[in-house]
């Protein structure tokens, strides 16, 4: 686990990057974790993604799949990889500060 300054305030990531404590996700982290995956700025198509991602978190305990996420976002899988090239499920759960989704390498 690595302690970083995020926004200011310091949190615990796993060996993957991922937020330990799900709850002290801010909007102000999520900006600092996209641009560490090399996403700036964050556009109103990349937020959908992430707050689509935190409350289904929320609800069901697990963020859900890209094919998951491409049928029920309303962000299409082709635009999903467009706006999170590196992984869309992968890269928009650690943004959105939960923990990486069942089935992601």
């Given at each position: 686990m690595t302690t970083m300054t995020l926004a200011g305030i310091d949190v615990e990531l796993?060996?993957?990057?991922?937020?330990?404590?799900?709850?002290?996700?801010?909007?102000?982290?999520?900006?600092?974790?996209?641009?560490?995956?090399g996403i700036d700025p964050l556009t109103e198509e990349h937020w959908k993604v992430v707050h689509f991602m935190r409350s289904e978190y929320l609800a069901k305990g697990s963020g859900p799949s890209v094919r998951v996420l491409g049928k029920t976002s309303g962000v299409t899988i082709k635009e999903l990889y467009q706006l999170f090239p590196k992984g869309p499920a992968k890269t928009a759960a650690k943004i959105a500060g939960i923990p990486k989704p069942k089935g992601c390498i």
């Open positions: 796993n060996d993957e990057g991922f937020l330990v404590d799900p709850s002290q996700w801010t909007e102000a982290m999520a900006i600092d974790l996209a641009g560490k995956e």
